[in-house]
C-alpha cells in the first residue's frame, strides 16, 4: 500500500536510466515492511556516476517528501556482503 500511494517503483525506473549500470535495485528497511517512517533506504548495486546518484537522491527526496538513504555497491561487494544486506527487510525492485 504504501509503495503504491508513494509510487517509488515508478521513480526508481526514470532515475536508473541516468545512473550507468544497474544491476539491482532494492528498497530494505521500515519501507520494504510497508512502515512509512519519512525514511527510505535504498541499496544500488552496479558501477553508477555517484555525483549523478546524488543529485537524483535530492530531487527524488523533494518529490515524496521523504528522505532517501542510498547504499551505492559494486557487484563484487554486493557478491561479498550478499547476506549483510539481504538479511534486513527488503524487496527488490529491480
Known sequence: MVRKSIGIDR???EVMNSLGKVDAVFILDDYA???DSGLIDVLIVGDIDRGR???LRRIV????ERK???FDVTPEE???SREVFLGRPHWQVV
Open 11 to 13: 521513480l526508481v525506473d
Open 33 to 35: 515492511r510497508g512502515i
Open 53 to 55: 546518484l546524488d543529485e
Open 61 to 64: 527526496e523533494g518529490k515524496l
Open 68 to 70: 532517501v538513504r542510498v
Open 78 to 80: 554486493f557478491n561479498d
